[in-house]
């Protein structure tokens, strides 16, 4: 399966911004599927993860204000950013599985003070 990542842009701080994960094939056997991001001279960091079954795992700077979710339906899973902060700034990558063995391209996310 190949994933595609689409939605960054920039926006300003306290703005919003809803990225979409597309796979190529069906995401229903995937157990885990999660973004991170990585932030200019950064490691990639985990931002959020969703299981199959819905339970969802948030890094503490963006809980309360990210929400991801999953459309099997549609093999897409989404990322919802609100109360976006300028630390948010990061390239933005989706990826499945709990240790990845794929990746998409990324999507840059900039938040302007």
């Known amino acids: 399966v190949q994933l595609q990542a689409s939605g960054g842009g920039l926006v300003q701080a306290g703005g919003s911004l809803r990225l979409s994960c597309a796979a190529s094939?069906?995401?229903?056997?995937?157990?885990?599927m999660g973004w991170y991001r990585q932030a200019p001279g950064k490691q990639r960091e985990l931002v959020a993860a969703?299981?199959?079954?819905?339970?969802?795992n948030y890094a503490d700077s963006v809980k309360g204000r990210f929400t991801i979710s999953r459309d099997n339906a549609v093999n897409t899973v989404f990322l919802q950013m609100n109360m976006l902060k300028p630390e948010d700034t990061a390239v933005y990558y989706c990826?499945?599985?709990?240790?990845?063995?794929?990746w998409g391209q990324g999507t840059q996310v900039t938040v302007s003070s």
């Open positions: 990826a499945a599985g709990a240790r990845p063995w794929r």
């Open positions: 094939g069906s995401i229903s056997s995937i157990n885990v």
């Open positions: 969703i299981t199959s079954g819905g339970s969802t």
